[in-house]
Antibody, heavy 122, light 107 residues
């Protein structure tokens, strides 16, 4: 059964780059898309983007200019970088596995990592 | 982007009650819809996928229905551990989008 464990810096200053990593344990690294989703305090969920084992990515257009998702298949890890952060990027960031069913790729998120609160403040 | 609108935004109910939450998509998404449960301080948990398929390990009191633009999540008999926030998510197209959430509170 797949488990995800994530880590990264929790306090950033405006204009810095957010960097988070998620490790995948207990399952196949291929055959899934590996996603990042965020949740501002007290608010709803926003899909950031995803990557598969071969490096194919999909990004939310609202964040695409600032987001890079990468993969390290040798370590079964994937990472998120979000540049030029502002207070609006303050959120809990989750990594998640997406099992997909077609070429688009369509699918749902399960399981999720434990979440990392990232606060942007001067 | 496909907008997902949940109703109600919050609902109060008692243990043993039947509760229905609605999710409406701004355009047709076939059955590409999932439901998640989130408890405070925890990551969301997948309950229902493909609009009506129960995720492994999820109690059978949870059920989903709908297709196209209108979907429902039903909890047949509320248990104390069901008080949480519920989100729908469309997987039909990018960007994947979520509803704003429905908070289920104890009456």
């Amino acid at each position: 059964q797949v488990q995800l464990q994530q880590w990264g810096a929790g306090l950033l200053k405006p204009s810095e780059t957010l960097s988070l990593t998620c490790a995948v344990y207990g399952g196949s690294f291929s055959g899934y898309y590996w996603s990042w989703i965020r949740q501002p305090p007290g608010k709803g969920l926003e899909w950031i983007g995803e990557i598969n084992h071969s490096g194919s990515t999909n990004y939310n257009p609202s964040l695409k200019s600032r987001v890079t998702i990468s993969v390290d298949t040798s370590k079964n890890q994937f990472s998120l970088k979000l540049s030029s952060v502002t207070a609006a990027d303050t959120a809990v960031y989750y990594c998640a596995s997406k099992q997909y069913y077609d070429i688009l790729p369509r699918g749902w998120f399960d399981p999720w990592g434990q979440g990392t609160l990232v606060t942007v403040s001067s | 982007d496909i907008q997902m609108t949940q109703s109600p935004s919050s609902v109060s109910a008692s243990v043993g009650d039947r509760v229905t939450i609605t999710c409406r998509a701004s355009q047709g998404i076939s059955s590409w819809l999932a439901w998640y449960q989130q408890k405070p301080g925890k990551a969301p948990k997948l309950l229902i996928y493909a609009a009506s398929s129960l995720q492994s390990g999820v109690p059978s009191r949870f059920s989903g229905s709908g297709s196209g633009t209108d979907f429902t999540l039903t909890i047949s008999s509320l248990q104390p551990e069901d008080f949480a926030t519920y989100y729908c998510q469309q997987a039909n197209s990018f960007p994947h989008t979520f509803g704003q959430g429905t908070k289920l509170e104890i009456k």
